[in-house]
């Protein structure tokens, strides 16, 4: 599903921030990303969620040879992928509901099919209450939780998850855990990057390790 | 392209858009009033040439000398004797009164001016009358008569009336680019406002054109209201001028009659006004969108 071979990654002319980087991601997997602070971990995430590209090195996704795909078929492949930002980038004048409907209105469902399938998944993440509320006047966990449904909604085949559990309380955050392996057991490929140790070995899934730019694997995700 | 024109996205409100329909309102303004004016030139253009094709006037010296009348009837028995004259009839004096009182006032009428004969000489439909001819004919058998076909007159008329309607259709044009300029900047600078929530749509699926047709929704809203403002207020203003001219009791002055194609110009103005604005909002945005991401 996700290939890296010696992928390097840059900001400008600056120093490389990921160096030669190989990896891959079967479907239907489970990964914890970690590492210190600046190892490169939102680095590694944009570059899976598209939101740039490498500076050299070759990606492949959902069978894409991303180096040779065009900027218009982009949206297509980020479909696919799930995203909950660390920051949660929801949109602040649109309710908890239009947040949460977002990718399924951009995939063209119709309006009253998006309004029933997103009250349901927000009433599971415990926000039945918070349905017409704006993300300014929510909390920082019922935010995550807003971003964790967006990112779900769709079905998409790769979530990404960066801190998903960061701004909850540990009951809530074993839910939404239990939510992601959920997903992963229909078949989506899943990738948290957490630096919770405690929440890497409750779960004993495998851990891609990054550090200083460099990433450290077990034996069997080796590209 | 109503179905597009429905945003479902919801992009926020940005200020810079705020000004759009105010500035579009003036802009349409403007243009109706030019395309009035371009209108109103035209049809007086019509006017003028309906009411001299076919016809001639013969001035005859001084109308009060002794021989005047005699002098009259010799020219009109010539005319009408003339191939492709239909009538020729010596104008009364009152009536020449009314032609003069729009250029010399009704003051000037009390008077005892020296004023020509004259003779209203209808021409058969159709008929090619050798006009220097007939005058030369006239000048011999009653020395003094001057023939006038009015074409010089026309002619600059119709020259200034046709510069006036080019004047009209530049300042069409020049308030199409300036809604083009305003509508490119309020676009570009609501793409910046929005930079963050454009690059989650992106990070999301959303294409490109899906991000245009928010703006494109936006922009119609803004636009639509604004034409129709401006329409609103030029007719307005359309319909005072036109009662004010009407009291001005003065012949010259080109009247407004607008009818359905006239009326089809002045409400094709605001419509255009606000596809121009929705297909630059979408060009700006498409090719903002290309160097952004």
């Known amino acids: 599903m996700v290939r890296f071979q010696n992928v390097g990654m840059r900001y400008g002319l600056g120093p490389e921030v990921l160096r030669d980087i190989s990896f891959r991601l079967a479907p239907g997997t489970f990964h914890f990303l970690t590492g210190p602070s600046g190892a490169g971990k939102t680095s590694l995430l944009k570059l899976l969620y598209l939101a740039t590209r490498p500076s050299r090195g070759l990606i492949t996704m959902f069978d894409h040879d991303l180096s040779h795909t065009p900027r218009h078929r982009l949206p297509a492949l980020r479909r696919r992928i799930g995203v909950v930002f660390q920051d949660f980038r929801l949109l602040d004048h649109l309710s908890a509901l239009d947040n949460v409907a977002l990718p399924l209105r951009i995939a063209g469902v119709k309006d009253d099919q998006v309004r029933a399938h997103v009250i349901e998944l927000l009433r599971w993440v415990g926000l039945s209450d918070q349905i017409n509320a704006r993300p300014p006047t929510l909390s920082g966990g019922e935010k995550q939780r807003v971003a964790i449904a967006r990112a779900v909604i769709a079905h998409p085949r790769l979530i990404l998850a960066d801190e998903p559990t960061g701004s909850v309380d540990p009951d809530m955050g074993m839910r939404l855990m239990h939510l992601f392996l959920e997903l992963n057991k229909t078949g989506t490929t899943v990738v948290i990057a957490t630096h919770d140790q405690h929440l890497i070995e409750s779960f004993r899934r495998p851990v891609m390790r990054l550090d200083n730019g460099e990433l450290v694997l077990p034996q069997e995700q080796a590209a | ?293």
Do not use: C
């Open chain 2, 1 to 293: 392209m109503i179905q597009r024109l429905r945003s479902n996205l919801k992009l926020a409100d940005d200020p810079a858009g705020r000004y759009l329909p105010s500035v579009v309102a003036t802009m349409v303004f403007l243009a109706v009033l030019a395309l009035v004016g371009a209108i109103a030139l035209q049809q007086a253009t019509e006017t003028w040439s309906r009411s001299i094709e076919g016809s001639l006037t013969v001035q005859i010296g001084d109308a009060k000398a002794r021989d005047a009348q005699q002098r009259i009837d010799k020219a009109v028995a010539l005319l009408k004797a003339a191939p492709g004259v239909e009538s020729a009839r010596p104008l009364t004096r009152p009536e020449i009164d009314k032609l003069l009182e729009p250029w010399l006032g009704k003051t000037a009428m009390d008077a005892d001016l020296p004023v020509p004969a004259l003779i209203d000489v209808r021409l058969v439909k159709g008929a090619a009358v050798d006009t220097a001819a007939l005058a030369s004919q006239l000048q011999q058998a009653v020395p003094g008569t001057r023939v006038d076909d009015h074409k010089p007159w026309l002619a600059s008329m119709v020259r200034l009336a046709r510069t006036l309607q080019w004047l009209a259709v530049a300042v069409v044009a020049l308030v199409g680019l300036s809604t083009v300029a305003l509508v490119v900047f309020a676009t570009r600078a609501g793409l910046a406002v929005h930079r963050d929530m454009i690059e989650v749509l992106h990070l999301i699926g959303a294409r490109d054109g899906q991000i245009a047709e928010q703006f494109e929704s936006q922009t119609f809203r803004r636009a639509a209201a604004g034409s129709v403002l401006g329409l609103v207020a030029a007719a307005a203003i359309v319909a005072l001028v036109a009662r004010f001219a009407s009291a001005l009791d003065a012949p010259l002055l080109p009247s407004v009659q607008l009818g359905p194609k006239s009326w089809a110009i002045l409400v094709a103005a605001p419509v255009a006004a606000t596809i121009l604005a929705i297909v630059t909002a979408r060009l700006t945005v498409l090719t903002t969108l290309r160097r952004m991401t």
